[in-house]
């Protein structure tokens, strides 16, 4: 007996409308996420480890990496299911622009729109463009760019 194929409940391309909207839940970052990050990542820049150095720059404080943000944003997308068992790969990052810090303690969110759909038939389904603004507890925009994504088209 062969196993059952993984459980999709997300989208098929032919769901995704121009204009759709998602919002993701709430992810506080704590310095247990920047310490790890940094660990995985190898980048020990004294603006993430250091509290004493950290004082002294524009910042005032501690901030979590960039790509810390940027893949905390891709995690919580995920979680909202709406690609689950429907992404075939994340295929780019279009642009991406880092605006403001994240702080330890801040709690951010991700606010999607589809921007574009195409299909593309020789894969089974098509391209989606994304926005992404990732925004912390106050509603200010920490990062945000645009991202794409191939996605299965509904089987027959």
């Given amino acids: ?23 993701t839940a709430g992810r506080t970052v704590t310095e ?21 150095y950290s004082k002294s720059t524009p910042f005032s404080a ?15 997308v995920v979680q909202t299911g709406f690609m689950e068992g429907t ?6 990052v279009n642009e991406w622009k880092f605006i403001k810090p994240i702080y330890i303690g801040d709690t951010i969110h991700v606010e999607t729109e589809v921007k574009e ?18 925004k912390n507890q106050k509603g200010e925009t920490s990062m945000k760019g645009t991202w794409t994504a191939l996605i299965a088209g509904r089987p027959e």
């Fill in 32 to 52: 247990t996420d920047i310490v790890t990050f940094a660990g995985l990542s190898g980048d020990f820049n004294q603006i993430h480890i250091d509290e004493e």
């Fill in 1 to 23: 007996m062969s196993p059952l194929p993984p459980a999709q409940r997300g989208m098929y391309f032919e769901e995704f409308q121009v204009g759709q909207r998602i919002v």
């Fill in 87 to 92: 992404i075939m790969a994340f295929r780019e």
């Fill in 117 to 134: 759909t195409k299909a593309i038939p020789r894969i089974g389904g098509g391209s989606i463009v994304i926005s992404l603004d990732v």
């Fill in 62 to 76: 501690r901030v979590a990496h960039g790509l810390l943000g940027l893949s905390m944003a891709s995690g919580l």
